[in-house]
């Protein structure tokens, strides 16, 4: 079966360069590949110790952060090797701050597992919440190479537990530890004969609580904030900006909006820009502006969203009229706001939760948000009853991190 697999890919690998004539992201996937070795070579060398974590895209690297940052403090001497499979996690994080060197992860082929682990030669491991390699566990068994997976989920459906997963039950026996998210996950790898398991929860509940310890201070949504109740929609798809246009067209509530889309393609934020009958304002075109005088700020440009959840006295998070569905709620909830979200949120442990407690409103329809914008809007007792809610849920959701690294410093 290796042999099979390994074929598949290598004949993929010749192929995907054709592929990026016809998409950029395809193309960006080729390229930055092509640098992994020559990357690698200019910042580890032989006398240097290292530890290697592999996330999938963005929200694995924000999930594994929390860990990443612990580590580099128990091993200030290592170097942290950071891989990404997605371009739309290595193209955000390509430049951050807590790793030595970050690059794209080579396709799983035989040659390039065995030519990156021997470069890197790491001494731990992460596999961060999925992704599971065949060719770079098996070299990783072979060199007995601690390997643990953090904020693991387990479900009945994945090849795992099919009568016909044995290739990919056989990967799993290179992780020398899983730590899994919840009680269903530990069952599912116990069915498989699996006892070196711990139930350690959720990473990124570290990750968003520690976010209150930092300096969260946006000078321009305070002048924009301007004291108003304000309405934070971030990560938002078209089909959220269409039930939320309608309402904030027609709203008579003294409000202050701010968009944070998912996509900020030009054309695209300009539509949305035309569709809104209040006084716009572009995050791109703040400069020399009076911020106070608008009702609606844009924010067209990326990674300033959770410093903005701050401000928020109501947040709408985007991606729930979607596959898989909701985007983060756990940076609104860390800070207290009571959350609204459409109704894709059930592949999402957290959002699930969250519903469940009402410190999040599920809404169906145009009908649906109306009613509860209008309740959330009128009655600050509701929202701060809800908010609290949210924030709870996080504080006592923590110290996943804690449990990985007693376990893996002394393993």
Not at 28 to 52: C, E, M, N, P
Not at 253 to 264: D, Q, Y
Request: glycine share 6%.
């Amino acid at each position: 079966m290796y042999f099979l697999y390994s074929l598949l890919l290598r004949g993929i690998e010749k192929v995907l360069p054709i592929s990026g004539f016809f998409s950029k992201k395809m193309k960006q996937f080729v390229a930055g590949r092509s640098t992994t070795f020559a990357r690698l070579a200019a910042s580890i060398h032989a006398q240097d110790k290292s530890i290697w974590f592999h996330a999938a895209s963005l929200g694995e690297y924000e999930q594994g952060l929390p860990v990443m940052e612990a580590i580099k403090k128990q091993y200030p001497q290592h170097k942290i090797v950071l891989s990404f499979f997605s371009p739309s996690g290595y193209e955000v994080r390509q430049n951050n701050t807590i790793a030595d060197v970050t690059v794209y992860l080579p396709l799983d082929t035989p040659k390039n597992a065995k030519r990156f682990i021997d470069k890197i030669n790491p001494e731990k491991v992460f596999f961060i919440k999925y992704e599971y390699w065949p060719n770079y566990l098996k070299i990783l068994a072979e060199k007995q190479i601690k390997t643990y997976l953090i904020s693991g989920v387990f479900r009945e459906n994945q090849l795992f537990f099919k009568w016909y997963g044995g290739f990919y039950r056989q990967a799993l026996n290179a992780f020398s530890y899983f730590f899994v998210q919840n009680e269903s996950s530990k069952k599912l790898l116990q069915q498989l004969g699996k006892t070196n398991v711990m139930v350690s929860g959720d990473t990124r509940f570290d990750r968003v609580a520690a976010i209150l310890e930092k300096d969260n201070l946006l000078d321009f949504i305070s002048e924009f904030k301007n004291e108003t109740p304000t309405i934070v929609v971030g990560s938002s798809w078209p089909k959220d900006e269409g039930l939320l246009v309608d309402y904030l067209n027609q709203s008579v509530h003294p409000l202050k909006w701010i968009i944070a889309p998912h996509n900020i393609k030009p054309e695209q934020i300009n539509s949305l820009k035309q569709s809104i009958r209040k006084k716009t304002v572009l995050f791109s075109e703040r400069e020399s502006k009076n911020l106070a005088d608008y009702d609606v700020f844009i924010i067209d440009t990326i990674g300033i969203l959770t410093k903005i959840y701050s401000y928020a006295d109501l947040a709408y998070v985007g991606g729930g009229f979607g596959y898989p569905g909701v985007h983060n709620l756990l940076e609104p909830a860390t800070f207290g706001v009571p959350i609204i979200c459409g109704p894709h949120y059930n592949h999402f442990a957290e959002a699930t939760a969250l519903v469940q407690l009402g410190g999040c409103a599920s809404i169906l329809s145009a009908q649906e948000l109306q009613e509860t914008l209008d309740t959330l809007v009128q009655n600050a007792d509701i929202r701060h009853e809800k908010g609290h809610i949210c924030q709870t849920f996080v504080q006592m959701n923590t110290g996943a991190t804690q449990k990985i690294i007693n376990y893996t410093i002394q393993n």
